[in-house]
């Protein structure tokens, strides 16, 4: 499964930006979907992650984006967006998106990340 992540980019403080993750190809399920971000030396974290559930996603944001971030499905079968609004310096880095998946009904679920789009916030 390789995930193809695009909508990184520059943008001033207080503009907004989309990411867009996809996994092609057929997968049996998916667990969970979400963004994670690298500042310049520092770890990586979790951003906002979806949960898909029988009645409905279950979403989750970092305490710093929250209100400002939403997560969504995207247009295909497994995908997602990340709605960037407000933003500000402190949210620049590198987004990783990131599937928990189980590819077939009888392998194991694992971890999959996508190649990382930057996002730089600056005047």
């Known amino acids: 499964v390789q995930l193809q992540a695009s909508g990184g980019g520059l943008v001033q403080p207080g503009g907004s930006l989309t990411l867009s993750c996809g996994a092609p190809?057929?997968?049996?399920?998916?667990?969970?979907m979400g963004w994670y971000r690298q500042a310049p030396g520092k770890q990586r974290d979790s951003v906002a992650t979806?949960?898909?559930?029988?009645?409905?996603?279950?979403?989750m944001y970092a305490a710093s984006v929250q209100g400002r971030f939403t997560i969504s499905r995207g247009a295909g079968e497994n995908s997602i967006q990340l709605h960037m609004n407000n933003l500000t310096s402190e949210d620049t880095g590198v987004y990783y998106c990131?599937?928990?998946?189980?590819?077939?009904?009888?392998?194991?679920?694992?971890?999959?990340w996508g190649q990382g789009t930057q996002v730089t916030v600056s005047s």
């Open positions: 190809g057929k997968i049996f399920s998916v667990n969970e």
């Open positions: 990131y599937f928990e998946l189980w590819e077939t009904d009888s392998g194991p679920k694992r971890p999959y």
């Open positions: 979806i949960k898909p559930w029988n009645y409905g996603d279950e979403k």
